[in-house]
């Protein structure tokens, strides 16, 4: 089956760590996108890349680092910059030719909390 | 600015009623897509609907459907005969530009999400 797999499911972090989340698709989606959703506040971009080795920052990219070394590889570093990374992390993908309605599809998610 | 509102932080529904969940945007784009998403309790974001600015005639999707008003700018989700398994949060997003023109990049503006509750 095609899909978007994030891993870990849950994870952990300590003061001064990195740790970076996994977000694979064998969808063969061009795009592939990186958001951080809190409480009440929906979801926040953080990153976004098109294609191999190519990416821009989103709203909330401070504290964050990725890269995009593979088509169906976009994994996420939340550094120690990042003050506050507990939160939920979602991944999605999305087909960039074709009909302009194609939705983004989501992994199912990272949910990251500080030690 | 927020680019999507979605005004209603909790709505209830009786199990077989029809519901409506508000949504409005900003946009000076003139073309755009409007999109809805269920987000279970376990966290993943299901896509259920489309909505293009030229459309015609308004999304539907089995028990979903969109109230597109244009001139409002408002997308309202309606979900007909409510079942149980509908309580979840629902987020609405926009999609900026026809084909990905300059950097967006298919970037989707979420709103805050209403959670709905189905009871029976």
């Known amino acids: 089956d095609g899909g978007i797999t994030q891993s870990p499911k849950y994870l952990f972090r300590k003061e001064g760590q990195n740790v970076t989340l996994s977000c694979e698709q064998n969808l063969n989606h061009d795009a592939m996108y990186w958001y951080r959703q809190d409480p009440g506040q929906g979801l926040r971009l953080i990153y976004y890349?098109?294609?191999?080795?190519?990416?821009q920052k989103g709203d909330i990219a401070e504290g964050y680092s990725v890269s995009r070394e593979k088509k169906e590889s976009f994994p996420l570093t939340v550094t120690s910059a990042q003050k506050n990374p507990t939160a939920f992390y979602l991944c999605a993908s999305r087909l960039t030719t074709g009909s302009s309605n194609q939705p983004q599809h989501f992994g199912d998610g990272t949910r990251l909390s500080i030690l | 600015a927020q680019k999507i509102t979605q005004t209603q932080p909790g709505m209830f529904v009786q199990e077989k009623e029809a519901v409506t969940l508000d949504c409005t945007y900003d946009t000076s784009d003139p073309s755009y897509g409007l999109f809805w998403y269920k987000q279970p309790s376990s966290g993943e974001m299901i896509f259920l609907i489309y909505q293009g600015s030229y459309d015609q005639q308004n999304a539907t999707e089995g028990r979903y459907s969109l109230n597109f008003q244009k001139a409002r700018k408002s997308a309202n989700l309606v979900i007909s005969a409510s079942q149980l398994g509908d309580s979840a949060m629902y987020f609405c997003a926009m999609r900026e530009g026809r084909r990905d023109r300059g950097s967006t990049l298919g970037r989707l503006y979420f709103g805050r999400g209403t959670q709905l509750t189905v009871w029976p």
């Open positions: 890349s098109q294609i191999v080795n190519d990416f």
